[in-house]
């Protein structure tokens, strides 16, 4: 008896109770492989479509020049330490004048100052990476 005969023979509930213990058992090993079978190819057919699509939507990791330009005095200043106040105020106006939504025009910072936090030092790590990997 063949593969399709038995699994035709698989279908019908009485003819199951006809089939031999080999029978019965080479039945249930085709069915598993094939439901393995269908069920791999499904996955594999997805991890190429999640895998086009990520290429199609992927940012770029270069920085456009305005940013790269607003990026590298911050990266000066933390380098630096003790940069002037002056300083400070300049970067972080021109921080956030690169927002598109704030008219640089009406932009006025009148005062700045540090927030203590009480964050480990690992969860301070973690929220700058982020913050660094949307620049």
Do not use: C
Not at 3 to 22: C, G, M, N, V
Not at 71 to 83: D, K, N, V
Not at 103 to 123: D, G, Q, Y
């Amino acid at each position: 008896m063949g593969i399709s005969e038995l699994l035709t023979q698989l279908a019908d509930p009485d003819a199951i109770k006809t089939l031999s213990i080999a029978q019965k058992m080479t039945a249930s090993l085709v069915v598993t492989m094939l439901g393995m079978g269908i069920t791999f190819i499904a996955l594999i057919v997805l991890q190429i479509i999640i895998s086009l699509l990520a290429r199609f939507t992927a940012r770029s990791t270069q920085l456009p020049a305005h940013k790269a330009a607003a990026a590298a005095p911050a990266s000066r200043q933390e380098a630096a330490g003790a940069e002037s106040e002056d300083e400070l105020v300049a970067v972080i106006t021109a921080a956030i004048a690169m927002y598109p939504l704030q008219p640089s025009k009406t932009l006025v910072i009148r005062n700045i100052r540090k927030i203590e936090t009480n964050m480990p030092a690992w969860n301070r790590t973690g929220v700058l990476d982020q913050m660094n990997s949307r620049i």
